[in-house]
């Protein structure tokens, strides 16, 4: 009897080898990963490596930052990615635990006799025959939700290279945007200092004096805000790529210019989107969890409990007994129809979301070629009529004021309009860029290319030297060289030198600079100060 009870406990003991815990594997989310985001296939290789092994990081921070060198350091060095390898790994212990048997319950008693003598002893082994039961489907369960918990891994770590992209030309537009806005604010300077020595000779009147003055402390107030979104902006490309906010980025002093041509079709980009984005995986796989429980619900609900077990005696007078146990809740109070109520509900609800995340991704499709189709029509207007127009306009007001038939006021509120033009334009081409990560967010990979691989960079605009008495004639090409120093030809200061050398050109206008003459106007240059590489003129 002894030997029975003994073979069935080694046999419980034995079941110890379905509660091994395997390693984690990663290789579908990098499979995954690797067909949406060909380009970051040398990153995903070392998802798995410690953060300080990785020599590549540093190596990595001192090249120019492109799109997908921003998506790379954010796979080696971002605690987002880290924490959502982390969550798959408890995700792992959680639906193995899940399915393993619970361990079975052993018990032991001993009586002693009133008079004295030999003591009854008891001993009972027992095993939840429900866990039996249900460990089939208990195991299928697990497997579907280890599925699920890396296509959730799969889609934080899409959404953390989906938001890379939108920091990084969020806070690209904002530099140059800053660098238009300082150019425009030394023209306003300018015009105030103008406009000082003039009130102060008595050549103009005290409302005008102020209205210049008003108009440059509102640069000065637009600048101080475009400083501060420009460093947010820095601040959470930053934190996105898990860095540290006083660390060097080699941010590219170019901004590309649109590709030739959108030619996206929705319905195939809709398609890609089912292809590659887990949300969708996620929402079938939810639907197939869901439907899984409904059938473990409708076969168990109603048994809370059973249990088996063997039972052993040794009488007082040394006799043995051995048998059977079984244990039960009767089903009278709870019989389980909450619990089947609660799973087909949660069945509905994961069907009614699996459409809800179809109608989404059209929708975001939808929205993201809308704003590409709106933001490439303000970059050919701005390129083609806007912004040669106001260079243009330029030009003849500084032949005009040159020949005295107009006034250095007008000269500069032209220039400050071209330079806003030039703004509406760095505007535009973020608008351009945000919109297109943002589609291929939607479609679930890289479009094409043209995310990593920069246009050509964008030309200056024309430049014209200060005119002489014979310039009446029109400049109709764009001169990439800047103009010669305006203290060759003129004694007067002017209002915007041209760019410094690179890498980071500043306006280098002193708009201070004391007036010799209460009615001398500064020579003007109708070339942007802002790098030359950031706008480009289309003939």
């Known amino acids: 009897m002894f030997l029975r009870f003994a073979t069935f406990s080694l046999f419980m003991v034995g079941l110890q080898a379905c509660s091994s815990l395997p390693l984690a594997d990663h290789s579908m989310v990098q499979r995954q990963l690797t067909l949406a985001q060909p380009q970051l296939d040398s990153a995903l290789t070392q998802l ?31 605690p987002v990615i880290s924490a959502a390898m982390a969550e798959l790994g408890i995700a792992e212990a959680r639906e193995l635990q899940a399915s393993l048997l619970s361990n079975p319950g052993f018990s032991i008693s001993a009586l002693r006799p009133e008079g004295g003598g030999r003591w009854q002893l008891d001993l009972g082994l027992n095993q939840s025959i429900l866990d039996w039961l249900t460990r089939p489907l208990r195991q299928q369960l697990s497997q579907d939700a280890l599925l699920l918990a890396q296509l959730q891994l799969l889609q934080q770590i899409n959404q953390t290279l989906d938001g890379v992209l939108q920091d990084y030309y969020t806070a690209l537009a904002s530099r140059h945007q800053l660098e238009i806005i300082r150019s425009n604010l030394a023209t306003a300077q300018a015009s105030d200092a103008l406009a000082a020595a003039m009130y102060e000779a008595g050549n103009i009147s005290e409302l005008n004096r102020l209205q210049l003055a008003s108009e440059a402390q509102i640069r000065q107030s637009q600048l101080w805000g475009v400083e501060a979104d420009a460093a947010q902006a820095i601040y959470a490309l ?7 906010p006083h660390t060097e980025l080699q941010m590219p002093t170019t901004f590309s210019e649109p590709p030739g041509a959108d030619d996206f079709e929705f319905y195939q980009l809709l398609e890609t989107a089912y292809t590659y984005r887990p949300e969708f995986r996620i ?22 409990e059973l249990d088996g077990g063997l039972e052993l005696e040794r009488e ?25 109520a609660g799973s087909r509900a949660a069945a509905d609800k994961a069907i009614a979301e699996q459409s809800i995340t179809h109608k989404h991704a059209a929708a975001q499709i939808a929205s993201a070629l809308t704003a590409i189709q709106t933001s490439r029509r303000q970059l050919e207007q701005l390129q083609e009529v806007i912004i040669p127009r106001q260079e243009r306009m330029l030009i003849l007001s500084l032949q005009e004021y040159n020949f005295m038939l107009s006034d250095a006021f007008v000269l500069l509120q032209i220039k400050q309009a071209e330079l806003d033009a030039r703004l509406d334009h760095v505007n535009a081409l973020g608008n351009y860029w945000l919109a297109r990560s943002a589609l291929a967010a939607a479609a679930g990979l890289s479009l094409d290319n043209s995310l990593d691989n920069p246009a050509d960079p964008v030309q200056p605009a024309m430049s014209a030297q200060p005119p002489a008495a014979d310039q009446h004639q029109h400049h109709e090409h764009q001169q990439t060289e800047p103009s010669p120093d305006p203290h060759e030809q003129h004694e007067h200061p002017q209002t915007e030198p041209g760019p410094e050398p690179e890498p980071e050109p500043e306006p280098a206008t002193d708009p201070h600079q004391h007036h010799e003459q209460a009615d001398a106007a500064p020579a003007i240059e109708p070339a942007s100060p802002v790098p030359a590489q950031e706008h480009q003129h289309h003939d």
Do not use: C, Y
Request: glycine share 6%; hydrophobic share 40%; proline share 5%.
């Open 316 to 340: 007082f007078d040394g006799s043995h007994n051995a048998g059977l146990e079984l244990e039960l809740a009767l089903p009278l109070f709870d019989q389980g129809h909450a619990r089947r």
């Open 48 to 78: 798995e490596q410690p953060i300080r092994e990785l020599q590549d990081l540093q190596t990595l921070l001192q090249q120019p930052l492109t799109p997908a060198l921003a998506q790379q350091i954010a796979l080696l060095g971002s």
């Open 283 to 304: 929402a079938e796989q939810n639907v197939t969890l869901s439907q899984q429980r409904v059938t473990m619900s409708d076969r168990f609900a109603r048994w809370n």
């Open 238 to 244: 930053k934190e996105r790529l898990g860095l540290d």
